[in-house]
């Protein structure tokens, strides 16, 4: 993982200069000879980096100066917790929106190669215990679909506390109330309560699970985007947002 910063438009002589940017912030090569530049540039791609996108941008000291980026990342994960019909069909629309998708159940009967083909891990597992020791970034989406106090606990105890993009479980309000009392009890503070999107989903009238997983990735994308999630139909909204405006960017 890591990121190519190139001049694209500028004098001649500072045109192919580049820097070569790692997730931590360290860097090396120049753009030409001034330290407080290079810096800049490395902190904006960085930026782009750190939300696996390709971009240019212009230096505010340097208006006439285009520094193209060029990052090189793996796909964004998305882990699919609870090997029910649901899951399925999220994993084929996960995949069809670009990221990583992984399928997590404890149970082997349901967790197997025959009912998800479209996933790219199957893994048999506590999930709680799988999400501890694998390996999540700021663009990680987790869909926790188990729908049962025993699973979804002590994941979203894990989960919540994670620097992740969206954290989503699916259930009844009722069962949302009931899971809510339950990880105050296991001590979430209020603020990590509130990342919680539940019940996972966008208002669609869904009713089965191919429209139940378009509900879960659009909310993923208004989250990711910073869309309202209401009709464009006379709305007022812009149709076509900033990159970085989303909740994804910010994390």
Wanted: proline residues 7%; negative net charge; aromatic residues 6%.
């Amino acid at each position: 993982t890591a990121a190519v910063a190139r001049v694209s438009r500028g004098p001649a002589e500072l045109l192919g200069r580049a820097l070569f940017v790692r997730p931590d912030g360290s860097y090396e090569g120049g753009l030409g000879g001034r330290p407080e530049r290079d810096r800049t540039a490395a902190d904006e791609a960085g930026a782009l980096l750190a939300e696996g996108r390709t971009g240019a941008f212009t230096l505010p000291e340097d208006p006439d100066l285009t520094v193209f980026v060029e990052s090189s990342v793996p796909p964004p994960r998305m882990i699919v917790f609870g090997a029910v019909d649901f899951a399925a069909a999220l994993a084929r629309t996960g995949k069809f929106l670009g990221y990583h998708v992984t399928v997590c159940d404890a149970r082997p009967v349901f967790a197997t190669r025959l009912r998800f083909p479209e996933a790219d891990e199957i893994v048999v597992d506590w999930p709680h215990r799988y999400l501890r020791q694998t390996e999540t970034d700021a663009r990680t989406v987790l869909c926790v679909l188990t729908h049962d106090a025993k699973f979804d606990v002590p994941l979203l105890e894990e989960a919540l506390r994670l620097p992740v993009a969206f954290v989503g479980a699916m259930g009844s309000r009722r069962t949302h109330e009931d899971r809510t009392r339950r990880l105050r009890e296991v001590g979430l503070t209020d603020r990590e309560l509130a990342r919680l999107r539940s019940p996972i989903g966008l208002d669609l009238g869904a009713r089965t699970p191919e429209e139940t997983a378009l509900s879960i990735a659009a909310e993923i994308v208004a989250a990711r985007r910073g869309g309202t999630g209401v009709p464009l139909t006379g709305s007022g909204t812009p149709i076509h947002r900033e990159e970085g405006a989303g909740a994804h960017a910010a994390a």
